[in-house]
């Protein structure tokens, strides 16, 4: 009995410090830290919470191992695509006319 509460939450510790070490969020790793520890109370899916603790495990120590020059590749790579996409994901910029210059123009059609 006590194995079934604890193993989860081992589980959901291990997956939170491997989420964290890959992405620096602490929100992330709780939200995917919840996965086995919710999959595993629940008894409704112990092996897919096992599979996500192995995963961000394994993804953790293979980027652990990875050599720092090309860790700062990565890492520019990425913002350089987090700051397009955040530049596409606006709309364009349209110039926007003061009431002052639209009421010159209106007397300017008007003389």
Request: negative net charge; without cysteine.
């Given at each position: 009995?006590?194995?079934?509460?604890?193993k989860?939450?081992?589980?959901?510790?291990?997956?939170?410090?491997?989420?964290?070490?890959?992405?620096?969020?602490?929100?992330?790793?709780?939200?995917?830290?919840?996965?086995?520890?919710?999959?595993?109370?629940?008894?409704?899916?112990?092996?897919?919470?096992a599979?996500?603790?192995?995963?961000?495990?394994?993804?953790?120590l293979?980027?652990?191992?990875v050599?720092?020059?090309?860790?700062?590749?990565v890492?520019?790579?990425?913002?350089?695509?987090?700051?397009d996409?955040?530049?596409?994901?606006?709309?364009?910029?349209?110039?926007?006319?003061?009431?002052?210059?639209a009421?010159?123009?209106?007397?300017?059609?008007?003389?």
């Open positions: 009995m006590i194995t079934r509460a604890l989860p939450l081992v589980e959901s510790i291990i997956t939170f410090v491997a989420v964290h070490y890959l992405t620096g969020s602490t929100t992330t790793a709780i939200g995917i830290g919840l996965i086995p520890l919710a999959l595993g109370w629940l008894s409704i899916g112990s092996a897919l919470g599979a996500v603790t192995v995963i961000s495990v394994v993804a953790g293979s980027w652990y191992a050599p720092p020059d090309f860790k700062g590749v890492h520019a790579q990425v913002k350089e695509a987090m700051g996409e955040s530049n596409q994901a606006k709309p364009p910029q349209t110039a926007h006319r003061d009431d002052a210059d009421s010159t123009d209106a007397h300017k059609s008007n003389q």
